[in-house]
C-alpha cells in the first residue's frame, strides 16, 4: 500500500460523460502529477503542480482540466473524451518538482473512453 | 528533447541467473537515474535510484552508471519468477521533469 490513494480505480464513460479522477497523498509531498499510461508508450507526463500552483502542462487536450486545491489532493477533470483517450492514468507525488527527487505513484484509475 | 532508450523485450532468464536492463539516454544534463519496477497492472515503485558514476547495490540489485557513454543499467541477481515485471528507466535532473523509457519486460523462467 502506497502512501497515493486515487479513486476511481476503473471507470467506464461515454463520450458525452463528465467524471472527475481524485488522487490524496498522505506523504507530506509538495509535488504533484498527472501521467498517462497506455500500452507501448512511455509515461507521458500530464500536468505537474507544485506547492498548489501549476508548472507544467504538457499540451495536453482542454478536454482533460486539473485541479489541484492544496498540496494533499489533486483532481483530474474529464469531459468529451476520445476513445484513445483510454488509458491508465496515474497520479504521483514527490517532495519537490525537482527532477532530482523520486516519485511514488497511486495505484492508478484504468479509464475506458466508449 | 530528452529521449530515455530501452529495449521493450520480452527479456528471458532462467530462474536464478542474471538479468541486465539496460538504458541509454540522449541528455548529457541529467543528473538523476532511476529504475522503477511495475507488475502487470500495477504502479511502478522504485527499485533503486542513482546519481554518480559507478555502481550501487541494494541486496539483489545492482544499478550501474556511465555518464561518459550515457548509459544507466540494472542487473538482478539471484532472478526470482517474482521479479517477472516491467522494469522502467527514469532520469531527470535540476529543474528538468523526469522522462521515463517505454519499459523492459523480464520474464524469469522457473
Known amino acids: 500500500e502506497t502512501g497515493v490513494t486515487q479513486t476511481p480505480r476503473h471507470l467506464v464513460m461515454g463520450m458525452t460523460n463528465k467524471k472527475s479522477l481524485k488522487c490524496e497523498q498522505h506523504l507530506g509531498h509538495n509535488a504533484m502529477y498527472w501521467y498517462k499510461q497506455s500500452a507501448k508508450k512511455p509515461l507521458e507526463l500530464m500536468f505537474v503542480y507544485n506547492f498548489k500552483e501549476q508548472t507544467e502542462n504538457n499540451s495536453v487536450p482542454s478536454r482533460f482540466s486539473p485541479e489541484c486545491p492544496n498540496s494533499s489532493h489533486l483532481f483530474l477533470h474529464l469531459h468529451t473524451l476520445q476513445p484513445e483517450d483510454s488509458a491508465l492514468y496515474l497520479c504521483a507525488s514527490s517532495a519537490s518538482s525537482l527532477g532530482t527527487d523520486t516519485q511514488y505513484f497511486g495505484p492508478g484509475t484504468r479509464l475506458t473512453v466508449l | 528533447q530528452k529521449e530515455v532508450e530501452q529495449n521493450s523485450g520480452p527479456l528471458s532468464v532462467p530462474e536464478g541467473a542474471i538479468a541486465s536492463l539496460n538504458c541509454t539516454y540522449s541528455?548529457?544534463?541529467?543528473?538523476?537515474f532511476f529504475w522503477y519496477r511495475q507488475y502487470s497492472g500495477k504502479s511502478p515503485e522504485l527499485i533503486m535510484s542513482?546519481?554518480?558514476?559507478g555502481d550501487k547495490e541494494d541486496g539483489r540489485f545492482t544499478a550501474q552508471l556511465n555518464k561518459a557513454s550515457q548509459y544507466v543499467s540494472l542487473l538482478i541477481r539471484d532472478s526470482q519468477p517474482s521479479d517477472s515485471a516491467t522494469y522502467l528507466c527514469?532520469?531527470?535532473?535540476?529543474?528538468?521533469?523526469?522522462?521515463f523509457g517505454i519499459g523492459t519486460k523480464l520474464q524469469v523462467i522457473p
Open positions: 541528455d548529457r544534463g541529467s543528473q538523476s
Open positions: 542513482i546519481y554518480s558514476n
Open positions: 527514469a532520469l531527470g535532473g535540476g529543474y528538468q521533469k523526469v522522462t
